[in-house]
């Protein structure tokens, strides 16, 4: 039976509404309870997953919707004093917390001490409006949302360009303003590698991979994934890099993506043939087939992380691909199958390319939407990825989609090694390595006691500066049984090489290229940006405001709701008055 309790006027984030959901889930006698905001886009996640019903047409944007499945009609009121005492202990957790907080942009500009950035992490039908809110009051932009039109990405960072401002994302997870940490980041020392980046586990694994090598980071700039595409066409990208390259402090330029479009990426290595500063590439996914005298093509993170390292050291590139040590897993002749679960996107992708290329001769690849790559054997999953998160928190914040997804796998025989990773850092959960060791360990029994042995390896993405504690999370992942890789590289290659297959690194010559001359002058508003510590407005989720402040920046909370019900068109008309010039509103 579905029941549903409405909060009028009562908004927060969804992150915090997601986190009840599960937790309230989890009583006795209740089925389900998904909790969401009232607006179009999750009713109809809420009709998708079965908990549809005609009270729910009553919800406005601005409503606390909570639907409840249980065949005990008296858990409903246990349910209801449950979010009654959650939403009242995040609030007296707001009023305790440091810091004051603003209910608008009027407010929000008053409370701040000159700010220059705006971290934006509300629903994507509403991100764009408040990003060109920001990019009015002459502020830069990170948008840690999602679901933006592309053509109003392309709108945004082309304004921004013109207004000397950088615009980070949308999608953006990660970046780095030196060394203030936005979203999901780790904590790194501070060094002389500037890297600017389309991907945030990307990021994040070459970052921790470079701190960990004794060097550090200057700023890591994010760009978010679409940046680079033909509608885009790399505005973010290509300021970035020339911010990076007028910067003193920077002595190795690294660049992350995906394969861009073509004709973005021949526009990005032409600026980069520019550059004096030796460069680092990785478009991962293409396998490099040349390198340069002063740019070095990458084909994993791991290597674009260590040949960074050697040229701040001033030594030639020389980077050595590794397994991991003693893995002493006896499998059966059936055993052939790898399967990664990954909460990053970046790691998921690179696993897939690794597999891909080291068996490309003997498997068909299979067609499907949930699967970064699925086999006949293998099969890789991007549990971040929007088929993943819909209604539900990221896997770096809530392990139950991983969690599920390992319970299954231990049912087929075919299975020899299960692939992890742990990403900690800001904005992750507390403890992952702690939630998913109890099923690792019960994987690991039951593959014992049905007579075979399995092998599932872990990596953990951070540094020791990261508040789980990078050596705690690797020695609980232990305990469990994981065998620890201290790479996503690394792993792959132990996972390969466990079911008989190799990887191998690419050999490429040097060859010279012409390019045509830019002018690498960038505005004196983005080199001041990257050279202080920025001054934030936040605008969604608190745990971010956190971890700025935690890290000696000045950051107003704006406890964003929509205004106007939530009509989009309204809410339009009533930015444009706002910002009219002459206007009288």
Aim: aromatic share 4%; charged share 25%.
């Amino acid at each position: 039976m579905l029941y549903t309790i409405i909060k009028e006027n009562t908004y927060k984030d969804s992150i915090v509404l997601m986190l009840l959901s599960n937790k309230l889930s989890a009583i006795d006698g209740v089925n389900k309870v998904s909790i969401m905001m009232g607006t179009p886009a999750n009713k109809d996640i809420f009709k998708s997953s079965g908990l549809g019903t005609d009270e729910l047409e009553k919800a406005k944007p601005n409503d606390i919707v909570i639907v409840v499945d249980t065949d005990q009609e008296e858990k409903v009121d246990e349910v209801k004093e449950e979010v009654e005492i959650a939403l009242k202990g995040e609030s007296d957790s707001q009023d305790a917390s440091k810091g004051q907080e603003a209910h608008n942009w009027k407010r929000a500009l008053e409370l701040a001490n000159n700010p220059n950035l705006a971290l934006i992490s509300i629903p994507g039908q509403y991100a764009a409006m408040e990003a060109e809110n920001a990019l009015n009051e002459g502020l830069h932009v990170f948008m840690f949302s999602d679901n933006v039109a592309k053509e109003d990405e392309a709108k945004l960072k082309q304004k921004a360009h013109e207004k000397g401002l950088l615009v980070m994302g949308p999608d953006c997870g990660t970046a780095l303003i030196h060394g203030v940490p936005l979203a999901f980041t780790n904590n790194v020392n501070e060094g002389d590698i500037g890297i600017v980046g389309a991907s945030g586990t990307g990021i994040q694994e070459v970052t921790t991979i470079i701190d960990r090598y004794g060097k550090g980071v200057t700023n890591a700039l994010g760009t978010g994934g679409r940046d680079l595409s033909t509608e885009v066409g790399a505005i973010t990208m290509l300021d970035s890099i020339k911010a990076l390259n007028q910067d003193p402090k920077v002595k190795v330029i690294t660049v992350i993506s995906k394969p861009p479009a073509e004709e973005v990426k021949r526009k990005v290595l032409n600026l980069l043939r520019n550059i004096d500063k030796p460069v680092v590439t990785l478009f991962l996914g293409d396998k490099p087939s040349y390198q340069e005298e002063n740019i070095y093509h990458a084909y994993t993170l791991e290597e674009a992380a260590v040949v960074a390292v050697q040229l701040s050291n001033g030594d030639q590139p020389n980077f050595k691909p590794t397994t991991a040590e003693n893995v002493n897993v006896l499998l059966k002749e059936s055993q052939v199958g790898i399967k990664g679960y990954y909460s990053g996107g970046t790691l998921a992708t690179e696993a897939a390319m690794l597999v891909r290329d080291a068996f490309k001769d003997t498997i068909t690849e299979e067609k499907n939407d949930r699967y970064i790559l699925k086999t006949k054997n293998h099969e890789i999953i991007d549990l971040g990825d929007d088929e993943y998160t819909k209604g539900k928190p990221h896997p770096m914040i809530d392990p139950e989609n991983r969690i599920a997804v390992l319970e299954k796998s231990v049912n087929d025989p075919e299975t020899a090694v299960i692939m992890i990773d742990n990403v900690i850092g800001n904005g992750g959960h507390a403890d992952m390595a702690g939630e998913l060791a109890p099923t690792i360990k019960r994987l690991l029994d039951n593959a014992h006691q049905n007579g075979r042995q399995l092998a599932v390896l872990a990596t953990v993405v951070g540094t020791a500066q990261d508040i789980q504690g990078y050596d705690k999370q690797i020695d609980t992942l232990k305990e469990s049984g994981a065998i620890i890789c201290k790479t996503n590289d690394q792993m792959v290659r132990t996972a390969i090489q466990l079911v008989g297959g190799k990887v191998e690194q690419p050999s490429v010559d040097v060859q010279k290229f012409d390019y045509t001359p830019e002018n690498l002058a960038v505005d004196e508003k983005i080199m001041s940006f990257i050279n202080m510590k920025p001054s934030v407005i936040n605008i969604g989720l608190k745990s971010f405001t956190e971890a700025v402040q935690n890290s000696g920046s000045d950051c107003v909370q704006f406890n964003w709701r929509p205004i106007a019900g939530g009509d989009e068109k309204l809410m339009k008309v009533l930015q444009f008055l706002n910002y009219y010039e002459g206007g009288t509103i």
